[in-house]
């Protein structure tokens, strides 16, 4: 059932923190020492927490949450007290109360985040959970986006993190572009091309399968997926965007001693064959040390691969491919060979699109 599944993810996790057992002595040397302090003042929210977790102990949990009830009216900023007030909730199987103790929570206490998120994130799976976490975080309580950020990254189930965020968007929840982007990740690593596209043709009405994106370099998103351009580098390599005479250029430089993944774009072509056009160069430098286009299936396959110009000035580049029908997800990258020579090689790409050829 939900509820038990839901019910033991909760109480896995946060009595370890808030309900710790006790040896029955030193659960009675508390206890006494919670009920002086109580005598004292009456509102010592630690010693009706003892109290509590000594009613609990005991197998009375009527009396149990009746303490609840007075360290609740005492105060709702206590994250102990609201650990207990969401084991509770699961105790006597209310989902919406549950989720609102969760809010409560985590709208009090930014230390609650460690504990709560991904209780949450694991609950998110199944659907009455998910359905209730939705009308939630549509009332955009102020931990919603750090919540999807964490969902995105962490969430056990990509499908149904993909369905939050569709419903969110669709009641016009304005999920981060970060968030989608890390998601459209997740969906293709768990083989969920279409739903993977579609989150992404959402933002990019324009967008086509059967050709790369952004050619002319002029996107610039918060948050990019692996659809879009995705710069790779360390301290020898370096791939930009930057503004040049005509708009944007992508500019590369590899170091001595460097080499490896410069750029990269993850394409989900149909078969067929195609073209890829471009425009850029790299002067002064060897035709060894001249970085390359290359196309490979995402098994690691390689279709092809074309080397950019060293001429002087910017030149024509163009390569055809032929992607067969045992390879839905390729990758285009731009790769530079391994060198040894002293200083750095650099150049400029104007434009680059793979297409279908005809």
């Known amino acids: 059932m939900l509820a038990g599944r839901y019910a033991r993810t909760v109480l896995g996790t946060v009595p370890e923190q808030s309900l710790p057992a006790a040896a029955e002595d030193a659960r009675a040397a508390a206890r006494a020492v919670a009920l002086s302090a109580i005598a004292r003042e009456g509102m010592s929210v630690d010693a009706v927490l003892t109290l509590g977790v000594d009613a609990l102990a005991q197998g009375n949990g009527r009396k149990a949450r009746g303490y609840l009830h007075y360290a609740r009216a005492l105060t709702k900023r206590n994250l102990q007290v609201q650990f207990w007030a969401i084991e509770d909730a699961v105790a006597r199987d209310d989902i919406p109360r549950v989720l609102r103790e969760y809010d409560i929570a985590l709208r009090t206490s930014q230390n609650g985040r460690d504990a709560l998120f991904p209780i949450l994130a694991q609950a998110i799976s199944d659907l009455p959970v998910r359905r209730g976490a939705i009308d939630l975080l549509d009332r955009r309580p102020y931990w919603a986006p750090s919540f999807l950020f964490f969902l995105a ?206």
């Open 153 to 358: 990254r962490e969430g056990p189930s990509p499908l149904a993190t993909a369905e939050v965020f569709s419903e969110l968007r669709h009641r016009g929840f304005p999920v981060a572009e970060g968030a989608v982007a890390i998601l459209i990740d997740k969906l293709i690593g768990a083989g969920a091309l279409e739903q993977a596209w579609s989150f992404y043709a959402t933002d990019h009405p324009t967008a086509r399968r059967d050709r790369s994106r952004d050619p002319r370099f002029s996107e610039e998103r918060a948050g990019r997926s692996v659809f879009d351009w995705q710069f790779f580098g360390d301290g020898s390599n370096l791939a930009s965007i930057e503004r040049g005479d005509r708009g944007n250029v992508l500019s590369i430089a590899v170091g001595e001693g460097g080499g490896g993944l410069l750029v990269r774009q993850t394409q989900l072509l149909p078969p067929g064959r195609y073209m890829l056009r471009g425009r850029g160069n790299m002067p002064g430098q060897s035709e060894a040390m001249l970085p390359y286009w290359e196309l490979r299936c995402v098994d690691g396959r390689n279709l092809g691969r074309t080397v950019l110009p060293g001429s002087a000035e910017a030149a024509e580049f163009a390569q055809s491919f032929t992607v067969p029908s045992d390879c839905p997800v390729q990758q285009l990258s731009l790769v530079a060979p391994p060198h040894d020579q002293a200083g750095a090689a650099e150049g400029t790409i104007d434009a680059v699109q793979l297409q279908p050829a005809g």
